[in-house]
T-cell receptor, first 111, second 116 residues
Framework: QQQVKQSPQSLIVQKGGISIINCAYENTAFDYFPWYQQFPGKGPALLIAIRPDVSEKKEGRFTISFNKSAKQFSLHIMDSQPGDSATYFCAAREQGGKLIFGQGTELSVKP | DAGVIQSPRHEVTEMGQEVTLRCKPI?????LFWYRQTMMRGLELLIY????????DSGMPEDRFSAKMPNASFSTLKIQPSEPRDSAVYFC??????????????FGAGTRLSVL
């Protein structure tokens, strides 16, 4: 049973465009929703995160939008750059600390 | 801080051999997680420890897999005997407990395992 569903699987965006990745979850007990960024040959690294009592969080060009009633959240990358090309994972944390990851989105930003 | 350190970075072995992956968490962190990443199944949590004690090993695929954390600065994941389907990238991550916004998991660079 996949508790966190992520889409799309892959995404191609032109430089300067907006990249949008969506996630949906099932367990209402999740207490923290991070996004991780992974470059080839590296481990995932925390990019931005949000608590379920907040509807939006912005850090630079990266924004998380959170819809608690719909049990959905999304990552928006504004002014996408070739250096943003990576795999992005959404995740949801159980209260014991365990992270449940989405399947990942491979983002390619074309110059 | 050097971050989470994993060794080896690459491991090639033959089916049936024992494989041991190693992890040194960030100093001061008291939670440690082992993940496996494959194209088909994505990132899967295998097991995690709090204060060196295994909390949840429900993700360990079968008895061939075992993990230990003898002290706060070292953990191993062992596969015996290894099989070709174990080929994957294995990540170790560490974090602080308890929960809260500071409970960020920091990942190592991973060990790429190939079982021939």
């Amino acid at each position: 049973q996949q508790q966190v569903k992520q889409s799309p699987q892959s995404l191609i965006v032109q430089k300067g465009g907006i990249s949008i990745i969506n996630c949906a979850y099932e367990n209402t007990a999740f207490d923290y929703f991070p996004w991780y960024q992974q470059f080839p040959g590296k481990g995932p690294a925390l990019l931005i995160a949000i608590r379920p009592d907040v509807s939006e969080k912005k850090e630079g060009r990266f924004t998380i939008s959170f819809n608690k009633s719909a049990k959905q959240f999304s990552l928006h990358i504004m002014d996408s750059q070739p250096g943003d090309s990576a795999t992005y994972f959404c995740a949801a944390r159980e209260q014991g600390g365990k992270l449940i990851f989405g399947q990942g989105t491979e983002l390619s930003v074309k110059p | 801080d050097a971050g989470v350190i994993q060794s080896p970075r690459h491991e090639v072995t033959e089916m049936g051999q024992e494989v041991t992956l190693r992890c040194k968490p960030i100093s001061g962190h008291n939670s440690l997680f082992w993940y496996r990443q494959t194209m088909m199944r994505g990132l899967e949590l295998l097991i995690y420890f709090n204060n060196n004690v295994p909390i949840d090993d429900s993700g360990m695929p079968e008895d061939r897999f075992s993990a230990k954390m003898p002290n706060a600065s070292f953990s191993t994941l062992k596969i015996q005997p290894s099989e070709p389907r174990d080929s994957a990238v294995y990540f170790c991550a560490s974090s602080l407990i308890p929960g809260g916004i500071r409970n960020i998991q920091y990942f190592g660079a991973g060990t790429r395992l190939s079982v021939l």
